[in-house]
């Protein structure tokens, strides 16, 4: 019977790496709701909407199998990842750590990054953490309560360029590359050198990870890699030509969702393609991807700066004053900059049994210079993807399903975490 139950999922893995999705649903559920959708529908390039949305039905054994629906889905159309690229780096450290194998060496270890290469930062404090020192734990929580840039590019140094990309195709996200850190200006050969860290326990050094350079080059020629018709610099002098995005990191849409996907529900790949974590660190990241910023004791973070929905783009619309559902939670990682919002997400609503995983994309630039920060951010793409949430949950909360899920595995106490 387990060897019947395991081909199962074997051929529901494989059947969800070849399925087509639809691409009808989408377009007509959007063209119903004209007062929600019409601006981005009309505008000449729908503001280079993509999205991916995914619903779920259980069996009687509360295995998930999977319907895919997309609207506007082009993995050679690009557009900025900005921050979802977080998620997968993520991952790949804790991976890393379970791969080493040394002897006191675990998420919570101290974490001192040195440098060995111009324009390297050393870290030697965190006061956001419990402790007051760095960590692989407290860098993923600033990743996946608030987007932290800093907490991502210590990870990226951990992991380093090319064992990220090497993850990348080992996991066949085809349509990816990361291939430099964000926010600093980071560039050029910067981006191919990684910091030596040196990771404690109890005072003693447990692994010593070596500075290093990454000589590949990760070639990708997608359309939309110059944009704009103008930007500023990094000294804020405008430039008259457009902004080149070809060495810049590339994640598509489907990569996004078929990272959560693979991370949500291990279980349907071959366990070749299950992301090398532990149980344990399973749970740390769905608990840390649904809470709430102002739900966080350690790292702490306030109103005005931060609020519940601070990095919660579809449903709420990343909105100070949006009303939380408490039984609704979203197990996500938002992206925006240069004009793109975007948001890969898991939505549950645990009193309704509800659940879906829905992923888009949305650009707003109307003045075409990039840099300038003057996007349309709240007036379009917020407002986009809260309604296509809000709609798209509407609709599975009228949609008849044959067994309900057991979401168990999801539910957390939310109230001070560490």
Do not use: W
């Amino acid at each position: 019977m387990k060897r019947f139950f395991f081909l199962l999922l074997l051929m529901q893995a494989f059947c969800s790496f070849a399925q087509q999705p639809d691409t009808v649903f989408l377009k007509s559920l959007l063209n119903n709701h004209p007062e929600l959708f019409s601006g981005i529908l009309n505008h000449g390039t729908q503001n280079e909407v993509q999205i991916i949305y995914t619903r779920i039905d259980r069996d009687k054994n509360n295995i998930p199998h999977f319907t895919t629906y997309s609207y506007r889905l082009n993995p050679h159309h690009y557009f900025y990842p900005a921050s979802t690229v977080k998620l997968p780096t993520a991952i790949f450290a804790l991976e890393k750590l379970n791969e080493l194998k040394a002897k006191g060496l675990n998420r919570k270890s101290v974490m001192i990054t040195d440098s060995s290469f111009a324009g390297q930062t050393k870290v030697k404090v965190d006061t956001s953490s419990s402790t007051g020192l760095p960590s692989i734990e407290n860098y993923i929580k600033k990743i996946l309560l608030v987007s932290d840039n800093d907490a991502y590019n210590r990870l990226y140094e951990f992991v380093g360029r090319a064992e990220i990309n090497q993850k990348l195709k080992k996991y066949r996200l085809n349509n990816t590359r990361i291939v430099g850190r964000l926010a600093i200006g980071d560039a050029g050969e910067s981006t191919r050198h990684t910091n030596p860290i040196d990771f404690f326990h109890h005072d003693k050094l447990v692994y010593h990870k070596p500075g290093l350079y990454d000589a590949l080059n990760y070639p990708m020629q997608l359309e939309n890699m110059l944009q704009g018709k103008a930007y500023l610099d990094s000294s804020d002098r405008l430039v008259n030509k457009p902004l080149d995005f070809s060495e810049k990191n590339v994640y598509s849409l489907a990569d996004q969702q078929m990272v959560l996907k693979r991370l949500l529900f291990p279980e349907t790949f071959p366990k070749a393609q299950q992301f090398n974590l532990t149980a344990d660190d399973y749970h740390f990241l769905y608990r840390y991807m649904s809470t709430l910023p102002t739900e966080n004791l350690k790292p702490t973070y306030h109103r005005p700066e931060y609020f519940p929905a601070f990095c919660k783009f579809l449903f709420y619309g990343g909105d100070s004053t949006a009303v939380i559902n408490p039984d609704i939670r979203i197990f996500n990682k938002v992206g925006d900059s240069y004009g793109y919002d975007i948001d890969n997400a898991y939505i549950v609503d645990f009193k309704n049994k509800v659940e879906f995983l829905l992923s888009a994309v949305v650009q707003s630039n109307e003045d075409g210079i990039l840099n300038d920060n003057k996007y349309e951010y709240a007036t379009v793409c917020l407002p986009f993807l809260k309604n296509l949430g809000q709609v798209i949950y509407q609709y599975e909360l009228k949609r008849p399903k044959k067994h309900l899920p057991d979401l168990t595995k999801l539910k957390f106490s939310y109230s001070n975490k560490q």
